[in-house]
């Protein structure tokens, strides 16, 4: 299941497929994201924030990984002016999750997601949750800092891009 709701809150940052509906590129470099999220039927929300360092090749990556998770299908996506919405369904043993999003793209250097998904049944006693995801573009990656890296605020390191 983590691997899958990551997928849905990276989709915001590198759409999931690439072709006709390509969104608008954005600047390379060093992103900050905020995210908020709530899921129910418990109304908990709980908010996030960290960096992450892009480049097109790393976006690139993400989209061929997204688009290589198995039991998952896009039901439509559609790209009007800088805006692009999607939806998506993926199986996760017995639990369907469906996710609709639409992603604004503000220039080069920001981006606007909400996104709300369902699981039926419920996963984890989640039965559906809402992201909106934040992005801004700060400027260029510093020293040590390689593309796909996501640095929390406690200086933890994840390296979401194969190295």
């Keep these: ?10 989709t ?3 759409i999931l497929i690439a072709g006709p509906t390509d969104p608008p590129p954005v600047k390379e470099g060093l ?5 908020e999220t709530t899921n129910n039927p418990s109304g908990k929300k709980s ?3 960290y960096t992450l360092c892009r480049t097109h090749a790393f976006d690139e990556q993400m989209r061929a ?7 998952c299908s896009v039901v439509s996506e559609n790209l009007e002016g800088h805006n692009y919405s999607s939806e ?3 199986k996760a043993g017995a639990t369907t999750i469906s996710s609709k999003g639409t992603t604004t793209f503000k220039g080069d250097t920001a981006i606007h997601m909400e996104q709300h998904t369902s699981y039926s ?13 934040d992005s801004t573009y700060t400027g ?3 020293d040590g800092v390689a593309p796909g890296d996501r640095t929390n605020p406690d200086g933890t390191v994840i390296h979401l891009a194969k190295h």
């Design 1 to 10: 299941m983590q691997r899958i709701v990551l997928a849905f809150a990276v």
């Design 12 to 14: 915001g940052l590198a």
């Design 31 to 35: 992103w900050t994201i905020h995210t």
């Design 47 to 49: 908010e996030a924030s």
């Design 65 to 71: 990984s997204e688009k290589s998770m198995k039991g």
């Design 88 to 90: 998506i369904q993926c």
């Design 121 to 133: 049944p419920a996963m984890g006693g989640v039965t559906d949750s809402t992201i909106v995801i």
């Design 140 to 142: 260029s990656c510093p």
